[in-house]
């Protein structure tokens, strides 16, 4: 299995724009994860999903933030408008129902200027 | 905040050496898990304890959980240069499979 492949791995943007960040988890997996790691703040959970549904948003940070798995083998996490502080790497973890485990992929470092 | 909190922050021994990293943590837990993060990378899972077991073992890896002082310990021994990264802990956000909630990490070197 290639793992949990996210795209793309950098993106620079300018404030104001909109982002797009893809993630596409293990597969046989139905749990998925969204992270985000700051030097200040460290890894943070913003959300998650079971079998395509989101369960828990309770760590997104504003209403800019919103995420989406139409199926069970892609998810984005969009960001809209973008700011300067939403500049970290970005992380998706994907895990099995009968595992704990999480499986990340590489991130994508997102940098708004 | 309910972060686990490692200790320490950043720890450099010689290679050969054990590192021990240490967490803690607030509330009750059903289980604890142990990551690792290379410069750059994602996290690798390395090892998961329950909260009815009290050390586990892994290769060159030990993890002890101490549920009564909301503990956990990690020993690597006989470090490698290739062990240098960064070392977090986590526990479930909720009470099951779902979001963890991670520490702030050891960050650990290995001098040749």
């Known amino acids: 299995d290639a793992g949990v492949i996210q795209s793309p791995r950098h993106e620079v943007t300018e404030m104001g724009q909109e982002v797009t960040l893809r993630c596409k988890p293990i597969?046989?997996?139905?749990?998925l994860f969204w992270y985000r790691q700051t030097m200040m703040r460290g890894l943070e959970l913003l959300i998650y999903?079971?079998?395509?549904?989101?369960?828990?948003d309770s760590g997104m940070p504003e209403d800019r933030f919103s995420a989406k798995m139409p199926n069970a083998s892609f998810s984005t996490l969009k960001i809209q408008p973008s700011e300067p502080r939403d500049s970290a790497v970005y992380f998706c973890?994907?895990?099995?129902?009968?595992?704990?485990?999480?499986?990340f992929g590489p991130g994508t470092r997102l940098t708004v200027t | 905040s309910q972060q686990g909190e490692e200790d320490p922050q950043a720890l450099s021994i010689q290679e050969g050496e054990n590192a021990t990293m240490n967490c803690s943590y607030k509330?009750?837990?059903?289980?604890l898990q142990w990551y690792r993060q290379n410069s750059g990378r994602g996290l690798v899972h390395l090892i998961l304890?329950?909260?009815?077991?009290r050390e586990k073992h892994s290769g060159r890896l030990r993890v002890t959980l101490d549920t009564s002082k909301k503990s956990s310990s990690l020993l690597i021994t006989a470090s490698r240069a290739a062990d240098t990264a960064s070392y977090f802990c986590?526990?479930?956000?909720?009470?099951?499979?779902?979001?963890?909630?991670f520490g702030k990490g050891t960050h650990l070197i290995i001098q040749p």
């Open positions: 509330t009750s837990i059903n289980n």
């Open positions: 304890i329950r909260s009815n077991e």
């Open positions: 973890a994907s895990s099995s129902q009968t595992g704990y485990e999480q499986y």
């Open positions: 999903f079971n079998n395509n549904v989101p369960i828990d």
């Open positions: 986590a526990r479930p956000s909720g009470g099951g499979a779902d979001g963890l909630t």
């Open positions: 597969s046989g997996h139905n749990s």
